[in-house]
């Protein structure tokens, strides 16, 4: 469900001639960041901490997904599980006054095809964020790998002119290449079971009740990943692996990242810089 009520944020509506008319290489800082996952929840597990700081210092927040949940559920129809899992995405965004977005893929199936390029891309052109965050190129489950490859060829395409979404109407191109920035891993640990540490990190510790907050939105799964994973809690599961972070930079709670530096991406180190008081250094496994 790409939203139709939240097609440009307001701020950026003048730009919809400029884009056609200026490109540049690296985005300027547009005051709009955007964390795009494979689920709802995902985000809330791995870096709502992060957008939290964000938010306090006055960024504009938007969260996508590229399903609904359909899959998450061992009783309810994919339907009836959607619809419930959209509105708590929904209820979770409204809690740091962000936009929410779904790509309409479903669980398990996510790939990278033409019709799904062009949905990733228009939710990114409507967000028009300079700085964007999704899962790490491995992971443990393919859903999530598929949407750091989508959301990664987003960053680089959407301000391409001859990039056609087909939607009516379109959103503007970017003007320029988003910051991209990978969440650390489901458990801190790569598909080996190896630990994986991140080269940059934040204190969450002082937003953890409100990223708990966030992550007790989707009441539904709770009964799913019991079931289907043998987690019987997962705001357990997300303070645990926050507090495995917090521990090697020597703080409660700690959330990590990596940087996109390949060709034709920024490679200065955006999102420390905005959150220099809350970086912290994450001692190696």
């Known amino acids: ?17 400029s884009a056609n008319s200026e490109h540049k290489t690296h985005m300027t800082d547009s005051g709009h960041i955007l964390a795009f996952m494979a ?19 006055g960024y504009a927040i938007h969260m996508a997904t590229m399903t609904a949940g359909d899959g ?47 949905r990733v891309v228009e939710i990114m052109r409507i967000c028009q964020p300079f700085l964007v965050i999704t899962h790490p190129p491995s992971d443990y489950m393919l859903d999530h790998e598929l949407t750091s490859q989508l959301v990664r060829n987003a960053c680089f395409c959407a301000g391409a002119p001859n990039m056609k979404t087909e939607a009516l109407p379109a959103a503007p191109r970017l003007v320029g290449i988003p910051y991209l920035y990978y969440a650390a891993p489901i458990e801190n640990k790569d598909i080996w079971g190896s630990p994986v540490r991140p080269g940059i990190a934040f204190d ?13 939105c989707h009441a539904s799964q709770r009964e799913w990943l019991m079931q289907h994973h043998g987690i019987d809690e997962f705001v357990d599961s997300m303070r645990r692996w926050s507090a495995e972070l917090g521990k090697a930079a020597g703080v409660a709670y700690a959330e990590g990242f990596r940087q996109h530096r390949g060709h034709a991406y920024p ?19």
């Open 267 to 285: 490679r200065d180190d955006k999102l420390t810089e905005i959150l220099a008081d809350k970086q912290v250094e994450i001692l190696p496994a």
């Open 72 to 118: 998450g559920s061992m009783d309810l129809s994919g339907e009836e599980i959607a619809r419930l899992r959209l509105k708590e995405a929904q209820a979770s965004a409204d809690l740091v006054q962000a936009t929410y977005h779904c790509a309409d893929e479903k669980d398990f199936v996510i790939s990278y095809q033409p019709a799904t390029i062009k």
């Open 204 to 216: 969450t510790t002082e937003v953890m009740n409100l990223k708990e907050a966030m992550l007790t």
């Open 1 to 17: 469900m790409i939203n139709p009520t939240l097609r440009l944020p307001a701020d950026l509506q003048q730009r919809r001639g």
């Open 39 to 57: 689920h709802p929840d995902d985000i809330e597990i791995l870096c709502a901490g992060t957008l939290i700081h964000l938010r306090n210092k």
